[in-house]
């Protein structure tokens, strides 16, 4: 193992000082190490406070970081620093980039755009995510996401339908599943991109964090697209993360009378740019300083020629006529808690919506 981790993550966990600082000092000296070896004068000098040497220099951090190396070791966590070639590229040149990310698969190296949106999403929001990051995915875009319930698992999901790579950024360690029911969806990530932290294993979520998890969601990404939010949603903050990093800030529109589309129309009245389908996100990539070079779609697979016995007999059964739970739950014979659970992951793969009417029907 390289020796200089150590020396990184012990950097990265001194609390209360900016990573920009940390990062600078490192530029500064040479590498972590040097950073350690430098004298109390200049890292006091340079942002350092007493407490915070004392700790970078003491046991206890060296036994923290011990026991990270062993974890991630034990359950195959790589851990990156802002200075190897796995790290995105582009969030290195966000203002606060974190020093060291822990990463369960491989972070594609494709153009990244970031969706977004409310945890408490409509059949709308639902849809129009899980749509966008699907046909996304096959122009070759990594959909970046934070795998909370919601928009951000549609997200998620319509990049896998579709075969695509797509990227969990957390607010919690990366051996953590959060929320609990998305495990096996992390699990399909991890496998088909990568789930990824800024948080050493075994990190709770804690509120506190996810702000801090949105600057690299959007830090990461060319773009990101707010799907779904109200006026106080942790989306718009990842919106105003792209737009001090300089990035492009998409919005769907939604009912004016809809809580959940009063912070995507605001952004759209404040400049955001409009999307009606997922040409406009291509288009206007296409005239950025780096432009996208579009790409060839894949062929669109068929949808549900995977699916298994129980799943078929709910799209057959909706093929005839939209029905309501209990009606669909007796036509194919199967119990409401079950087909509930079945119903979800069909909803998240883009096949059947609820309407307005409590009714459930098949997405065309």
């Not at 801090?212 to 779904?228: A, P, Y």
């Not at 759209?268 to 432009?291: C, H, R, W």
């Not at 070079?293 to 709910?314: D, F, M, P, Y």
Request: hydrophobic share 40%; with cysteine.
């Amino acid at each position: 193992m390289n020796k200089e981790i150590e020396f990184w993550l012990m950097l990265s966990r001194i609390e209360n000082l900016r990573p920009q600082k940390k990062l600078e000092l490192v530029m500064t000296l040479g590498n972590a190490s040097k950073v350690y070896e430098a004298d109390a004068g200049m890292l006091m000098r340079a942002g350092f406070s007493k407490q915070q040497y004392d700790h970078f220099h003491g046991d206890e951090i060296r036994t923290e970081v011990n026991r990270i190396l062993e974890t991630c070791g034990k359950k195959r966590i790589n851990i990156l620093t802002i200075s190897d070639e796995e790290y995105p590229e582009m969030l290195k040149y966000i203002s606060d980039p974190p020093l060291v990310l822990y990463v369960r698969g491989y972070i594609p190296k494709s153009n990244s755009i970031a969706i977004v949106g409310s945890r408490k999403a409509s059949g709308y929001g639902i849809e129009t995510a899980n749509k966008m990051a699907f046909n996304l995915a096959l122009a070759d875009i990594n959909i970046v996401s934070g795998m909370a319930r919601g928009i951000d698992t549609a997200a998620h999901a319509g990049a896998l339908e579709a075969d695509g790579e797509t990227v969990a950024v957390l607010g919690c360690g990366v051996d953590v599943a959060y929320p609990p029911e998305n495990r096996s969806l992390m699990e399909r990530i991890s496998d088909s991109g990568a789930v990824i932290s800024e948080f050493p294993p075994g990190t709770p979520p804690s509120p506190m964090n996810f702000p801090g998890r949105n600057r690299i969601i959007s830090g990461m990404s060319i773009g990101t697209l707010i799907v779904e939010a109200g006026m106080k949603s942790g989306s718009l903050i990842t919106a105003n993360y792209a737009l001090e990093q300089g990035r492009d800030v998409f919005a769907i529109p939604g009912n004016i009378n809809n809580y959940n589309s009063m912070g995507t129309n605001r952004l759209i009245k404040d400049g955001a740019k409009i999307v009606l389908s997922v040409d406009d996100i291509l288009d206007e990539l296409s005239f950025g300083s780096s432009p996208l070079v579009k790409k060839s779609r894949k062929r669109k697979k068929n949808r549900t020629a995977n699916l298994g016995v129980k799943e078929k007999k709910i799209i057959n059964a909706l093929k005839i006529e939209d029905l309501f739970d209990e009606e669909l739950s007796e036509k194919t014979s199967i119990q409401l808690i079950e087909l509930f659970e079945i119903l979800l992951e069909l909803e998240l793969n883009g096949l059947v919506k609820k309407s307005i009417n409590g009714k459930y029907m098949l997405i065309s």
